[in-house]
Each structure stands twice: as structure tokens, then as C-alpha cells.
């Protein structure tokens, strides 16, 4: 009788700890998902901003970071 309450015991804190471990982990990616949403949304903005300002600067940002090559001119 005692060896069983202590195997739920044990398997309680293995569980417990599991799941700290998964939910911290999770947290982690959420977190990094959403740090990496903002950093593109402002990148996005900076772009709208720099495509209203000077198109040919943009257009040329846009070929660098799709690595399309320009055509000599």
C-alpha cells in the first residue's frame, strides 16, 4: 500500500516537472514568435516609409533581400 501512494508520488513529480519543462519551453517559442512578428512589422513600415520617400532606394533594398539581380543599366 505504501509502495503504491509512493509510485503516484514519484509519478506526480515526474509529471509536474514535465510539464513545467513543456510550458516553459512553449512560452520560449511563443515569445520569440511574437519578438519576431514586431521586428517584421516594424521592417515592414521602415519599407512603406522608405518606397513613399525615395522608390528607387527601395526598390533597390527589395532586390538585396530577394537576391534578384538588376539589370545593368
Not at 10 to 27: Q, S
Not at 44 to 65: D, H, M, N, Q
Amino acid at each position: 500500500m505504501f509502495r503504491t501512494i509512493f509510485g503516484y508520488a514519484v509519478l506526480a513529480i515526474i509529471g509536474f516537472l514535465a510539464l513545467k519543462l513543456v510550458f516553459g519551453l512553449l512560452g520560449f517559442v511563443v515569445s520569440l514568435a511574437i519578438t519576431l512578428l514586431w521586428l517584421a512589422a516594424i521592417g515592414f513600415v521602415f519599407y512603406l516609409v522608405l518606397k513613399l520617400i525615395s522608390p528607387g532606394t527601395a526598390r533597390r533594398v527589395r532586390e538585396v533581400v530577394t537576391g534578384r539581380e538588376r539589370p545593368a543599366a
